[in-house]
């Protein structure tokens, strides 16, 4: 049975056993809940594409083709300058 030790933190490396069982990556989430039975149960924390709706509102900025061919004109004058 893997193990693992809690650091001053209260942080811990889930064993390789345990990361692969779960299909966990480096950035992933994971989350502890207790069953009615009062283990703990680790899992991966899953969403679904739907769940990320939103999260890049207001953070796009769109362009016209006019603008992009004067960016890509400035772009080339200050090459040749």
């Given at each position: 049975?893997?193990?693992?030790?809690?650091?001053?933190?209260?942080?811990?490396?889930?064993?390789?056993e345990?990361r692969d069982a779960?299909?966990v990556?480096?950035?992933d989430?994971?989350?502890?809940?207790?069953?009615?039975?009062?283990?703990?149960v680790?899992?991966?924390?899953t969403?679904?594409?739907?769940?990320?709706?939103?999260?890049?509102?207001?953070?796009?900025?769109?362009?016209?083709?006019?603008?992009m061919?004067?960016?890509?004109?400035?772009?080339?004058?200050?090459?040749?300058?």
């Amino acid at each position: 049975m893997p193990t693992a030790t809690v650091t001053s933190k209260g942080q811990i490396t889930l064993p390789k056993e345990i990361r692969d069982a779960l299909s966990v990556h480096p950035g992933d989430r994971v989350m502890f809940w207790r069953n009615p039975q009062g283990q703990v149960v680790v899992e991966a924390e899953t969403r679904s594409l739907m769940s990320l709706k939103g999260v890049l509102k207001g953070k796009r900025k769109g362009v016209t083709v006019s603008e992009m061919n004067e960016a890509i004109a400035q772009g080339a004058a200050d090459a040749n300058s």
